[in-house]
């Protein structure tokens, strides 16, 4: 089983926090994407020999500013290799104020979408320079359901600054109350190079502290478990067992290509990142050389550290057996993760208690 991640990095503008490879929405830029992802696809296609796609994911950016036409391109090029039936989880990244045919990109096989929601108030979402507001975000995820859209995820972010217990209550409450069947919360990190971090100072003063985001995070699960939501990661939700396939796949080590600039790989072996610039990337593919410009190989050791921290992030945990031998170092560093009441181990499954949920990044550096 592998994945496909495409990046398609067309955005009308950059939200301030946003450090996602981005670029203006000009049609000629479409063009010249669309035949960069066809010339890409021939390149793996070798390796992709005797696989079997479980999941495909168009990123952004705003991948609904390339086009249907353009997006079941991609899928009959993919198509034309791969049976790609109603059991591959196709998903699309969208924003709510998308002029979108639902029924087009249902009619070419997307079969999830994925609305930037971000906050249910104004006020919020100006601070964060969206382009969209909470009438509109209701109004999308409704027309999507009605156009025959059964999965639909939407992401809301917490630790925001103005935001206040109530307003992030009053999120979580219109958010469960729409047809959706998974959420993901992002607390809002400042990253470099964005237009947040130029004024991070001025920010982080008007931002939650650190108690009332750990309160932020706990009214999440509780109001989304006591709306029909299982927890199964760190950040997602889901109800009627409808996780995303596709994160599911990263956390748990699932070989995944990714096409575009700026997209990421991993074949098991190695892990790769492709330039992050649309017209170089395009102008190596035409002169048939590969637009990979970064890439590791990790020790089976390295990589076996990597994949427990990271199957750490589900609920569910990680089997310990899977991951025989273990070496001492390793072992050691679990033993004081679970005296220090972060992980639980049970029969080998070591998994996160309700405390190392709030500090998995201490978990995770520990184990790598």
């Not at 964060?128 to 639909?152: Q, T």
Request: one cysteine or more.
């Amino acid at each position: 089983m592998v994945s496909l991640y495409i990046h398609i990095p067309f955005c009308k503008k950059k939200c301030p926090y946003c450090h996602f490879y981005v670029i203006a929405d000009k049609e000629c830029f479409k063009d010249e994407l669309l035949i960069g992802l066809q010339l890409e696809w021939q390149r793996i296609l070798p390796q992709l020999a005797g696989k079997t796609i479980d999941t495909i994911y168009f990123g952004g950016g705003t991948p609904t500013l390339f086009g249907v036409k353009r997006i079941a391109a991609v899928l009959e090029l993919i198509q034309s290799h791969f049976r790609i039936g109603p059991e591959v989880e196709i998903t699309i990244e969208t924003n709510p104020e998308e002029p979108i045919d639902y029924k087009s990109l249902r009619a070419h096989g997307i079969n999830r979408l994925s609305f930037g929601i971000q906050s249910l108030h104004e006020n919020e979402l100006a601070i964060l320079g969206r382009g969209h507001s909470p009438k509109e975000s209701l109004h999308a995820v409704h027309s999507a359901h009605s156009a025959g859209f059964d999965n639909i995820t939407i992401d809301l972010m917490y630790d925001l600054p103005e935001q206040t217990l109530a307003s992030w209550q009053k999120s979580l409450k219109r958010a469960a109350q729409l047809p959706i069947t998974h959420l993901s919360l992002y607390n809002l990190t400042i990253e470099p190079h964005t237009a947040f971090e130029r004024k991070e100072k001025a920010l982080r003063q008007k931002m939650p502290d650190e108690e009332s985001s750990v309160k932020m995070y706990s009214m999440a699960q509780e109001h989304l478990l006591a709306h029909g939501f299982c927890q199964y990661e760190i950040s997602a939700f889901c109800r009627d067992n409808l996780y995303s396939r596709h994160n599911i796949g990263y956390w748990t080590g699932r070989h995944f290509f990714g096409l575009g600039p700026s997209s990421f790989s991993f074949d098991g072996e190695r892990r790769f990142r492709n330039v992050a610039n649309l017209l170089r990337y395009c102008k190596q593919l035409l002169a048939g050389t590969t637009p990979i410009d970064f890439a590791e190989s990790l020790s089976p050791q390295k990589q076996k550290k990597e994949l427990l921290a990271l199957q750490l992030r589900l609920m569910e945990g990680a089997d310990l057996k899977r991951f025989q031998p273990i070496e001492d170092e390793t072992l050691k560093a679990i033993n004081q993760l679970v005296d220090s009441g972060l992980l639980q181990v049970n029969n080998d499954q070591v998994q996160m208690t309700s405390r190392g949920i709030l500090f998995y990044d201490t978990i995770a550096t520990e184990i790598i």
